[in-house]
C-alpha cells in the first residue's frame, strides 16, 4: 500500500470501535471509496459480514458495540428492548442458561438486518417490530463511535407484554412487575394512553394493581382506553372482570 493508503486505514483504525461494524455507504461518505473498502478486505484488515458490512479481522465482536455503530453509521434507531431493556436497567429476577438473548426493536423495517448473525456475535438475536407507541419513551446513550437506543422500563415491560406468551411466561413477567417499584407513573400514563393494544394494556393494569406500586394509584384510569369486548390471554385460565381479561390460574393465585 502506497503511505497515503497506509495513513487512511490508520486513521480509519483510530477513530472506529474495534468492536462494532463499518458499513460501507458510511466509509464512501468519509472518503473510502469501493475500491479502497476492496483493498482493506483483500489485505485481510477487514472481513465482510454480510453486504456492505464489515468488520476488523479477528476481532471479538459486540452486540451492543455493532447496535451503536450501525445506529450511527446508518441513521437507524434499533433499540435494546422488551426484557433486555430491563436488564440493562438493572431488572432482571434470574439468570438465563447459555447464550442471552438481546431483544431489538426494529426501526422502519420489519425484517432483521443481515449483519445480526447469531453465531458471530455473543448474544442470540430476538428482533420484532411494533407500531404500538406512536411516541417511544426511549433513552439515548451516545457512545464514543454510536448512539444506543434503549426503552425505558415503562416501555420495555409493555413491549415484554406484547411478546408473551410467545417469547415470555406471564409468570417470570409478574417476578418483574413486583420489582418495578420505581416506574414513572406520567410515562405509564402516557403510553397506556397512548397505545392502541388493549390486550397488552389490560395485562400490564392488572399486574400493577396486584403488585401494589404507589405509582399505580396515581393513574388515571379514566383517561385510558382498554376497550370493551373479552380477550382471552391464555386458555383455560380465570377471567377478570375488571379488565376483560382472561390470565393464567397461577397467576392469578399467586399471593407474593
Known amino acids: ?23 460501507s455507504g458510511w466509509l464512501k461518505a468519509q472518503g473510502y471509496s469501493d475500491q479502497l473498502q476492496k483493498r482493506y478486505r483483500d489485505s485481510g484488515w477487514f472481513t465482510a459480514l454480510s453486504h456492505g458490512v464489515m468488520y476488523r479481522t479477528g476481532s471479538k465482536l459486540s452486540a451492543f458495540s455493532a447496535l451503536a455503530t450501525c445506529n450511527m453509521q446508518t441513521g437507524t434507531k434499533h433499540r435494546i428492548a422488551a426484557h433486555s431493556a430491563l436488564e440493562y436497567a438493572g431488572f432482571n429476577h434470574y439468570v438465563p442458561m447459555g447464550k442471552p438473548t438481546l431483544a431489538i426493536a426494529l426501526y422502519n423495517t420489519k425484517h432483521r438486518p443481515s449483519w445480526m448473525k447469531d453465531d458471530v456475535f455473543d448474544v442470540i438475536f430476538r428482533t420484532f417490530y411494533t407500531e404500538m407507541f406512536p411516541e417511544p419513551e426511549v433513552i439515548q446513550k451516545v457512545e464514543k463511535h454510536g448512539v ?27 417476578y418483574i412487575m413486583e420489582q418495578l417499584t420505581t416506574l414513572r407513573s406520567d410515562v ?50 380465570t377471567y377478570v372482570a375488571k379488565y376483560l381479561i ?3 390460574k397461577a397467576l392469578n393465585s399467586y399471593e407474593g
Open 188 to 237: 405509564v400514563q402516557r403510553l397506556l394512553e397512548t397505545s392502541k393494544n388493549f390486550s397488552v394494556k389490560r395485562m400490564f393494569l392488572y399486574m400493577a394493581e396486584k403488585a401494589g406500586h404507589y405509582w399505580f394509584e396515581e393513574l388515571d384510569l379514566e383517561k385510558i382506553n382498554i376497550g370493551t369486548s373479552k380477550i382471552q390471554l391464555v386458555p383455560e385460565g
Open 1 to 23: 500500500m502506497s503511505v497515503v493508503a497506509n495513513s487512511k486505514i490508520n486513521q480509519l483504525l483510530m477513530n472506529t470501535d474495534h468492536k462494532g461494524l463499518l458499513f
Open 148 to 174: 444506543l437506543y434503549i426503552s425505558s422500563p415503562e416501555q420495555a415491560f409493555l413491549e415484554c407484554l406484547l411478546l408473551a406468551p410467545k417469547y415470555y411466561d406471564y409468570m417470570d413477567l409478574y
Open 246 to 248: 382472561t390470565v393464567p
